[in-house]
């Protein structure tokens, strides 16, 4: 995939306007089980974020401790994971 069809593909998801059109436009391009691997990343996000053990992310999500690590570093970043969390604490 070029750098332009990566680029156009976000540009696409940026002009979703709702939940339901998002879940309209993932089914269509992604399989379930992407989708809920999605959703399940962002809850050991979530988890790890308020302090969570790997061993309680695991028993709550079912994900890999290779995932949970993954994730974990992703939130050291202060990348995409942090940013969604604010902006969803913003929303409460």
């Known amino acids: 995939m070029s ?3 990566k680029k156009e593909f976000f540009e696409a998801i940026l ?7 998002c ?3 993932f089914e269509d391009t992604c399989t379930v ?3 809920v691997e999605m959703s399940q990343r ?3 996000a979530k988890m790890l974020n308020e302090g969570k053990s790997y061993l ?3 028993k ?3 994900c890999s401790s290779a995932t949970i690590s993954r994730v974990s570093k992703c939130l050291q970043s202060d990348n995409g994971y942090r940013m969604i969390i604010n902006r969803l ?3 409460d």
């Open 3 to 5: 750098s332009n069809e």
């Open 60 to 62: 709550a999500t079912g």
């Open 42 to 44: 962002l809850k050991v």
């Open 15 to 21: 002009l979703l306007q709702s939940v339901e059109e």
């Open 56 to 58: 309680e992310v695991v």
């Open 23 to 25: 879940e309209k436009f």
């Open 33 to 35: 089980k992407e989708v």
């Open 89 to 91: 604490k913003e929303q």
